[in-house]
């Protein structure tokens, strides 16, 4: 009997051993905080790896450095959520500018069919009539030039759809949701924090 209480302790000292080796084991990761200011240097080392000379893509990616700029003095001054989301929106400027950089590529590339073209164009039509509700919600005067340019690109995708130049049409269509993205971020920046409800 004693062998055998003798036995089952050690194997729960065994196990309780194992158990904290596990939970010791486990790396932690970063703080939401040190890793919003890490994703904040990611987009703004992106930005400067899609760089591209256009006028448009200049004007998005300026854009989002200044959004980047704000998501840090939000940081700075403990409000995580709107720098959580001015964060997403300059990352979905970049990724704009990056679709930018591919339509002006030489290099033979596979496009959608004429049917999948004109799918993604109609969603990112959608997309546009959810942008000005969205514009207005963030309250952010930058939104309003961020609108314009997403209308000039649908337009551009949508003429190049026409003369079947399919590497305008699909990437002018991607920058359009793309940047619609971003306003759709900036509204919800612009949304109070929630608070949980007080008892009465």
Same mark, same amino acid.
């Given at each position: &009997?004693?062998? #055998?209480?003798?036995?089952?302790?050690?194997? *729960? &000292?065994?196990?309780?051993? *194992? =158990?904290?080796?596990?939970?010791?084991?486990?790396?932690?990761?970063?703080?939401?905080?040190?890793?919003?200011?890490?994703?904040?240097?990611? #987009?703004?080392?992106?930005?400067?790896?899609? =760089?591209?000379?256009?006028?448009?893509?200049?004007?998005?990616? =300026? !854009?989002?450095?200044?959004?980047?700029?704000?998501?840090?003095?939000?940081?700075?001054?403990?409000?995580?959520?709107?720098?959580?989301?001015? !964060?997403? %929106?300059?990352?979905?400027?970049?990724?704009?500018?990056?679709?930018?950089?591919?339509?002006?590529? !030489? $290099?033979?590339?596979?496009?959608? $069919?004429?049917?999948?073209?004109?799918?993604?164009?109609?969603?990112?039509?959608?997309?546009?009539?959810?942008?000005?509700?969205?514009?207005?919600?963030?309250?952010?005067?930058? /939104?309003?030039?961020?609108?314009?340019?997403?209308?000039?690109?649908?337009?551009? %995708?949508? +003429? %190049?759809?026409? #003369?079947?130049?399919?590497?305008? %049409?699909?990437?002018?269509?991607?920058?359009?949701? @793309?940047?619609?993205?971003?306003? @759709? +971020?900036? /509204?919800?920046?612009? &949304?109070?924090?929630?608070?949980?409800?007080?008892?009465?």
């Amino acid at each position: &009997m004693q062998k #055998v209480i003798a036995c089952l302790a050690a194997l *729960w &000292m065994a196990s309780a051993v *194992w =158990s904290g080796e596990k939970k010791g084991g486990k790396k932690k990761g970063p703080s939401p905080e040190v890793a919003a200011s890490q994703r904040i240097e990611r #987009v703004r080392r992106r930005l400067a790896e899609v =760089s591209v000379p256009d006028n448009a893509a200049r004007s998005l990616e =300026s !854009t989002a450095r200044q959004l980047l700029a704000d998501a840090e003095r939000h940081l700075a001054a403990g409000q995580l959520p709107p720098a959580q989301e001015l !964060t997403e %929106a300059a990352e979905a400027l970049a990724r704009a500018v990056d679709h930018v950089r591919h339509s002006r590529e !030489t $290099s033979p590339k596979g496009y959608p $069919s004429r049917e999948a073209q004109a799918e993604r164009l109609e969603r990112a039509y959608f997309r546009l009539q959810q942008a000005e509700y969205f514009q207005k919600q963030s309250r952010d005067p930058r /939104a309003k030039g961020l609108l314009q340019s997403a209308r000039q690109f649908y337009q551009k %995708a949508r +003429r %190049a759809y026409d #003369v079947r130049d399919s590497r305008i %049409a699909d990437e002018y269509a991607k920058v359009t949701e @793309e940047i619609v993205k971003a306003l @759709e +971020r900036l /509204a919800r920046a612009a &949304m109070p924090t929630r608070e949980p409800p007080r008892l009465k």
